[in-house]
């Protein structure tokens, strides 16, 4: 089984709808990330949370929120889609008591489309 | 901020032969750490090979290798024998060590093998 997976794997809406990424991850891991990628401008980040009581914007936070349910769920929000919002979203995890580089562990991306 | 730029939209090589893909970067930081990351269609992504920014020595992982040049800050990665399961989207990434949230990505290069 993956280590972090993501759900749905793909999504078409409409403008002005709500709409929520799930990601889930087993490997134990505090940090989690929530990134979008676009042609041309690469991986950026949204929101990342290094345990459950704590939440940070990233380069890119507006119109976006996140729900950190548990150590091993992080959740991105749409409040009210806007077709600029279509993109590849990937969420990552890490373990910085690793040792392993700051590596980050990315699932299988979500496309979203908004019409 | 830090910035990582990779300057070939696309690429491309026959099998079997030799391709660099380059990463420039910029940063005020010593230490930090920089990967490259293969995206498949499938659009996962696959973490090739990562480098400490204080080990002189390149980084090599069997097919790929790094040619780093701190000082010049770049890091480009060639890819020997390439095989048709090599096309993929590469990016550049870099983070800085002490802050785990910021992994910063190249716009990427699309790498497509041709038999």
């Known amino acids: 089984d993956a280590d972090v997976t993501q759900t749905p794997r793909n999504r078409i809406t409409k403008t002005g709808k709500r709409i929520m990424l799930e990601c889930s991850q087993t490997k134990g891991h505090d940090r989690m990330y929530w990134y979008r990628q676009d042609p041309g401008l690469g991986l950026r980040l949204i929101y990342y949370s290094f345990d459950v009581k704590d939440i940070n914007k990233g380069e890119i936070s507006d119109g976006y929120s996140v729900s950190r349910q548990a150590q091993a769920k992080f959740s991105l929000s749409l409040e009210s889609a806007i077709p600029n919002q279509t993109a590849l979203y990937f969420c990552?995890?890490?373990?910085?008591?690793?040792?392993?580089?700051?590596?980050?562990?990315f699932g299988p991306g979500t496309r979203l489309t908004v019409l | 901020a830090q910035t990582v730029t990779q300057s070939q939209p696309e690429m491309s090589v026959q099998e079997a032969e030799t391709v660099t893909l380059s990463c420039t970067y910029d940063t005020s930081e010593n230490n930090y750490y920089l990967f490259w990351y293969k995206q498949p269609p499938s659009r996962q992504m696959i973490l090739v090979i990562r480098q400490e920014a204080y080990k002189q020595q390149n980084a090599t992982e069997n097919r790929f290798s790094v040619n780093f040049q701190k000082a010049a800050k770049s890091f480009s990665l060639k890819i020997s024998d390439s095989q048709l399961g090599d096309t993929a989207m590469y990016f550049c990434?870099?983070?800085?060590?002490?802050?785990?949230?910021?992994?910063?990505f190249g716009a990427g290069t699309r790498l497509t093998v041709k038999p």
């Open positions: 990434a870099f983070i800085r060590a002490r802050h785990n949230n910021d992994m910063r």
């Open positions: 990552a995890t890490s373990d910085p008591t690793s040792g392993d580089y700051n590596e980050q562990f």
